[in-house]
């Protein structure tokens, strides 16, 4: 069997929104029963036919990079981090639904991604407001994905979701709000299934079928890693 072609794509988001949770869910088609704090960063693979059921259907790895860590750390914390930036063709950005915090976090993580955290002390979310010019010449498709849904109380569940609602429009990206404790969120045929196929698809036409193949370039004052340094670390 030839080799498939694959893309990278950055998972984001505030420690303990559930990332790995998702990755695992994504990727293994199942609940992790056990989640642990990410150190660094986990890797997991997940199959993907472009363009499912049309003749141009192929398949393609999704290499998703679950990234650990807080967006508030030092400097120093940050800089070994941007090593798992290079090279980067689709970002999701994940959120706890009932972390407000988490939401506006997505912000900063988007920002450092694609390298234009550069004020130390910048406050990219004031009073509410956010400056969409940041991000209008970005070309790496994003997805917004908000986790816990299911610990919302219906009476507030609307509240909640119209708020979140703008993250997406901010960002010009689809959303996607589930439990990643329940894998119906994700069921074949399913609003969310199509949603996330369809994002997959973007960063695979970006990367292979664009005329610029969009992607984040590696930085030049950054060293890459080793083909063998970056591991799956995960605490007990």
């Not at 981090?81 to 980067?88: E, I, K, M």
Request: proline share 3%; aromatic share 8%; glycine share 8%.
């Amino acid at each position: 069997m030839a080799a498939l072609d694959r893309v990278k794509v950055l998972v984001l988001g505030d420690s303990g929104v559930g990332k790995s949770s998702l990755v695992h869910l994504l990727c293994q088609n199942q609940v992790l029963g056990n989640p642990s704090w990410t150190v660094g960063c986990s890797v997991d693979v997940r199959i993907h036919d472009y363009k499912e059921g049309t003749p141009e259907e192929k398949t393609y790895y999704i290499e998703l990079w679950d990234v650990g860590g807080s967006v508030g750390s030092a400097s120093s914390v940050k800089s070994t981090r941007a090593v798992f930036y290079n090279s980067v063709n689709g970002i999701i950005l994940v959120h706890d639904l009932t972390n407000k915090k988490s939401s506006q976090n997505l912000y900063r993580w988007s920002l450092e991604a694609l390298n234009r955290d550069v004020a130390p002390t910048g406050v990219l979310v004031t009073n509410g407001d956010y400056d969409r010019e940041q991000f209008a010449d970005n070309q790496i498709p994003l997805l917004v994905i908000g986790t816990k849904l299911d610990q919302i109380p219906e009476t507030k569940r609307n509240e909640v979701l119209t708020r979140t609602a703008f993250l997406a429009e901010d960002f010009n990206a689809e959303e996607i709000n589930l439990d990643c404790t329940n894998p119906r969120y994700l069921a074949a045929g399913s609003s969310n299934a199509v949603k996330l196929s369809r994002f997959f698809d973007k960063v695979i036409e970006k990367r292979y079928l664009s005329r610029d193949g969009n992607q984040i370039p590696g930085f030049p004052d950054r060293k890459r890693f080793g083909g063998g340094t970056l591991k799956s670390l995960h605490y007990d």
